[in-house]
């Protein structure tokens, strides 16, 4: 049991750096209104919509096979890890408040859809359960 956790541990690690990387991690140009000299970006709301749409299936994924503790952990080291990947090559002097950032980001989000995945687990569970009267 313990091997199998640690593969499932380094299997979402991994994926997640990997979710980062094609969504987000190829994107690190700031965009630049000709006209009014005002900068967005670097990332597209679609990027980001994909990225958080594919983690939040990673980690609904694997929840079965490890602890939410755990999903939260290496899913968030990984998003962070990747982002430290991206944030390399910036010279600004902000990447460590960004990765900062990111990492309390990915473990919000991460730790509310374990709960709402708890939550819903639980409703179906007590929908199909006996009570304690013996009937449905």
């Known amino acids: 049991a313990l091997i199998r956790t640690c593969l499932y541990s380094?299997?979402?690690f991994w994926s997640a750096?990997?979710?980062?990387?094609?969504w987000l991690g190829w994107?690190?140009?700031m965009d630049v209104d000709?006209?009014?000299?005002t900068a967005?970006?670097?990332y597209e709301i679609w990027q980001v919509a994909g990225f958080v749409l594919s983690a939040g299936a990673l980690a609904v994924a694997v929840q079965t096979r490890l602890p939410a503790w755990l999903v939260i952990a290496t899913s968030s080291a990984g998003i962070t890890s990747g982002a430290g990947?991206?944030?390399?090559?910036?010279?600004?002097?902000?990447?460590g408040v960004g990765l900062g950032l990111v990492a309390l980001g990915a473990a919000a989000g991460t730790s509310l859809l374990m709960?709402?995945?708890?939550?819903?687990?639980?409703?179906?569970?007590?929908?199909g359960s006996t009570s304690a009267h013996g009937d449905r």
């Open 10 to 12: 380094l299997l979402v």
């Open 17 to 22: 750096v990997a979710l980062w990387m094609a």
């Open 27 to 29: 994107d690190t140009v």
């Open 34 to 37: 000709p006209e009014t000299g």
């Open 40 to 42: 967005s970006g670097p």
């Open 85 to 95: 990947l991206s944030f390399a090559s910036d010279d600004s002097g902000l990447a």
């Open 115 to 127: 709960l709402v995945v708890r939550l819903i687990g639980s409703k179906k569970t007590a929908v």
